[in-house]
């Protein structure tokens, strides 16, 4: 069989192998105790506890209405809500650690394990504050030597435009400050002369977007896909089930959405 510990000077640790099964191993432990607290809520005891990540443009755009709706609901039910970035998202669903995402992703690059179903497409802008050198700026190339604020983390937003600018022959930013909040991007974009990236949504909320305008730059890459991410083969309980489904009607209500297939 294969090694699953190994001794070193910093003492005894896990081995790959080791390492790949104790993350199986914490999935089934938190998979049994999601059961049992199901279990005792079907019984009439403590209330569910979900956990799920969410980006920021929901919070700006359908959270107020899905937390009304859930409360009313399931008034007894605790919830817990991270930020839905993927680096973060994707280790806490195979872990077991949140029930679900709604997040920003591109369904092929995501793994084996992860479910996405596509819930709206989102366009995304260059932005800056109103009083940038650069805001009456039309060309990529005028803003190519500009200080961005960016998230480049995997599957981000920002790495797409990348991506999509050396791929389209522009030139892509080389001064980069690297973030990966997307409200402390917001933040430092208002107060200084940088340029972000991120969804319009975001951009034009009339609170979140105070002091804010977006680039009139042309052409835009395309859109994005906001899912719903769950790990593949466990089911929702159904708190989690109903939250989720909240999010999904909300979302399909308010945002552009996908051709289904």
């Given at each position: 069989?294969?090694?699953?510990?190994?001794?070193?000077?910093?003492?005894?640790?896990?081995?790959p192998e080791?390492?790949a099964?104790?993350?199986?191993?914490?999935?089934?432990?938190?998979?049994?105790?999601?059961?049992r607290?199901e279990?005792?809520?079907?019984?009439?005891?403590a209330?569910?506890?979900?956990?799920?990540?969410?980006?920021?443009?929901?919070?700006?755009t359908?959270?107020?209405?899905v937390?009304r709706?859930?409360?009313?609901?399931?008034?007894?039910?605790?919830?817990?809500?991270?930020?839905?970035l993927?680096?973060?998202?994707l280790p806490g669903l195979?872990?077991?650690?949140?029930?679900?995402?709604?997040?920003?992703?591109?369904?092929?690059?995501?793994?084996?394990?992860?479910?996405?179903?596509p819930?709206?497409?989102?366009?995304?802008?260059?932005?800056v504050?109103?009083?940038?050198?650069?805001?009456?700026a039309?060309d990529w190339?005028?803003?190519?030597d500009?200080?961005?604020?960016?998230?480049l983390s995997?599957g981000?937003q920002?790495?797409?435009?990348?991506?999509?600018?050396?791929?389209?022959?522009?030139?892509?930013?080389?001064?980069?400050?690297?973030?990966s909040?997307p409200?402390?991007?917001?933040?430092?974009v208002?107060?200084?002369?940088?340029?972000?990236?991120?969804?319009?949504?975001?951009?034009?909320?009339?609170?979140?977007?105070?002091g804010?305008?977006a680039?009139?730059?042309?052409?835009?890459?395309?859109?994005?896909?906001?899912?719903?991410?769950?790990?593949?083969?466990?089911?929702?309980g159904?708190?989690?089930?109903?939250?989720?489904?909240?999010?999904?009607?909300e979302?399909?209500?308010r945002?552009?959405?996908?051709?289904?297939?």
């Amino acid at each position: 069989g294969a090694e699953l510990l190994q001794r070193s000077y910093k003492g005894i640790g896990f081995t790959p192998e080791g390492n790949a099964l104790l993350i199986r191993a914490r999935l089934v432990l938190t998979t049994i105790d999601k059961a049992r607290a199901e279990i005792r809520q079907m019984r009439g005891d403590a209330g569910a506890h979900v956990k799920a990540a969410i980006t920021p443009l929901v919070t700006a755009t359908v959270l107020p209405a899905v937390l009304r709706a859930f409360r009313k609901a399931q008034p007894e039910a605790e919830l817990t809500f991270h930020e839905g970035l993927l680096v973060q998202a994707l280790p806490g669903l195979i872990e077991g650690k949140i029930d679900f995402a709604i997040a920003l992703a591109s369904p092929q690059d995501l793994p084996y394990e992860i479910e996405f179903e596509p819930l709206a497409d989102i366009d995304a802008v260059p932005m800056v504050r109103t009083t940038h050198p650069l805001a009456d700026a039309q060309d990529w190339n005028q803003v190519a030597d500009a200080e961005w604020a960016l998230n480049l983390s995997a599957g981000s937003q920002s790495m797409n435009l990348v991506e999509w600018l050396r791929a389209q022959g522009f030139r892509a930013p080389s001064r980069i400050l690297h973030c990966s909040s997307p409200y402390l991007i917001l933040d430092m974009v208002r107060r200084n002369d940088l340029i972000g990236y991120g969804p319009k949504v975001l951009v034009t909320d009339p609170q979140v977007g105070v002091g804010l305008r977006a680039l009139a730059l042309q052409p835009l890459p395309p859109t994005m896909p906001l899912g719903l991410l769950t790990l593949r083969g466990v089911p929702l309980g159904s708190a989690a089930k109903k939250l989720a489904n909240l999010f999904r009607r909300e979302l399909e209500a308010r945002l552009p959405t996908p051709p289904r297939a």
